[in-house]
T-cell receptor
Framework: GAVVSQHPSRVICKSGTSVKIECRSLDFQATTMFWYRQFPKKSLMLMATSNEGSKATYEQGVEKDKFLINHASLTLSTLTVTSAHPEDSSFYIC?????????????FGPGTRLTVT | GEDVEQSLFLSVREGDSSVINCTYTDSSSTYLYWYKQEPGAGLQLLTYIFSNMDMKQDQRLTVLLNKKDKHLSLRIADTQTGDSAIYFCAENGSGGGNKLTFGTGTQLKVEL
């Protein structure tokens, strides 16, 4: 089946620093990737939709200058949390779809646990 | 806006059937999904159903869709301890786009 990886799986950083999270589709080309944030015991909140070669589309309330998304190739999207603060601590999950159109083949990465101290 | 609701918790005995329910508000959804999340992990797509279907069965999983009532359910037959996880329903709304709206999640606990 389609596999999506994320790196790192867990990261601890100091307040004020920036952290980059990678999302890769390992065995398929992903024209669209999504970034979600999940708080403890809560549902997933869509942060942004990333299409290869174009600017990401951010959901309302998500700061695009704080959460930088780059979808440089059909197999890689990155999320950079800039000037991280403790309130940015969360579980970040990406997903990828193999092609355009229907989303019934959306596959999720294993998630990245970010802790900002 | 779109709203997807689930009960928070379900406890069953091993070997029994589990039924997880979900209600949604967006009638334009073309696909509805069930995902499983184990502790500290990402989401695993379990199954999905097209909106013009009433039922879909896949081994131990049965999905029922009542489009009139906007109600979706997932039945797990012969529930095992390995089925313990959080289950999320999701819908793609807005006439079939790629964006998913997730439910609040149901924690399934399987007891011996």
């Amino acid at each position: 089946g389609a596999v999506v990886s994320q790196h790192p799986s867990r990261v601890i950083c100091k307040s004020g620093t920036s952290v980059k999270i990678e999302c890769r589709s390992l065995d398929f080309q992903a024209t669209t990737m999504f970034w979600y944030r999940q708080f403890p015991k809560k549902s997933l909140m869509l942060m942004a939709t990333s299409n290869e070669g174009s600017k990401a589309t951010y959901e309302q309330g998500v700061e695009k200058d704080k959460f930088l998304i780059n979808h440089a190739s059909l197999t890689l999207s990155t999320l950079t949390v800039t000037s991280a603060h403790p309130e940015d601590s969360s579980f970040y999950i990406c997903s990828a779809t193999p092609g355009t159109g229907l989303s019934y083949e959306q596959y999720f990465g294993p998630g990245t646990r970010l802790t900002v101290t | 806006g779109e709203d997807v609701e689930q009960s928070l918790f379900l406890s069953v005995r091993e070997g029994d059937s589990s039924v997880i329910n979900c209600t949604y508000t967006d009638s334009s959804s073309t696909y509805l999904y069930w995902y499983k999340q184990e502790p500290g992990a990402g989401l695993q797509l379990l199954t999905y159903i097209f909106s013009n279907m009433d039922m879909k069965q896949d081994q131990r999983l049965t999905v029922l869709l009542n489009k009139k009532d906007k109600h979706l359910s997932l039945r797990i037959a012969d529930t095992q301890t390995g089925d313990s996880a959080i289950y999320f329903c999701a819908e793609n709304g807005s006439g079939g786009g790629n964006k998913l709206t997730f439910g609040t999640g149901t924690q399934l606990k399987v007891e011996l």
